[in-house]
């Protein structure tokens, strides 16, 4: 599975809330994410999912791959990878176009916000994201913001 976080160079970061999908996380605030399909690597998988969810093409040139967790799982199976991308990215809020069962709605964030929302409990947490914090650090070192 991939998670794709986008920042446009001035501290803020792409989010995007989910469309009701039947599931018990509808409605709240997250990433871009999703899993690959046979024959994805990581990369296409995130440029494939972010375009999905949000119909915009990030430039691979533009992204970095974070960090990858393995799960081996059981003997029983269970297994996974994810790839966490952070892609530099600035578009408008009006250049987003949501996809049904998908989205719903995106907008800028810094990442303090996030954090409260976090809190708030309307952004998915440190269960989805264990990384936040230490992808936020790192970020703020290289960029500065």
């Keep these: 599975m991939v998670h ?3 920042h446009n160079g001035r501290g803020e970061w792409l989010i995007d ?3 009701n999908r039947g599931q018990n996380i509808d ?5 871009t994410g999703g899993c690959a399909v046979a024959g994805d690597d990581s990369l296409t998988a995130a440029l494939r999912e972010t375009k999905e969810e949000l ?3 990030l430039d691979p040139q533009k992204g970095e791959l974070f960090e990858r967790t393995i799960n081996a799982g059981s003997s029983m199976g269970g297994g996974w990878i994810c ?5 530099l990215h600035d578009c408008q809020i009006e250049d987003v176009r ?3 069962g998908e989205t719903c709605a995106a907008m800028w964030a810094s990442a303090e916000t ?4 976090m809190k708030d409990g309307i952004f998915l947490d440190e269960r989805f994201y264990p990384y936040f914090e230490q992808m936020i650090n790192k970020h703020k070192r290289r960029t500065g913001t």
């Design 4 to 6: 794709v976080w986008k």
């Design 17 to 19: 809330k989910r469309a």
């Design 27 to 31: 409605g709240m605030w997250e990433t």
């Design 55 to 57: 119909g915009i093409d």
């Design 83 to 87: 790839d966490v991308w952070i892609f």
């Design 98 to 100: 949501f996809s049904d």
């Design 114 to 117: 996030i954090k409260q929302m």
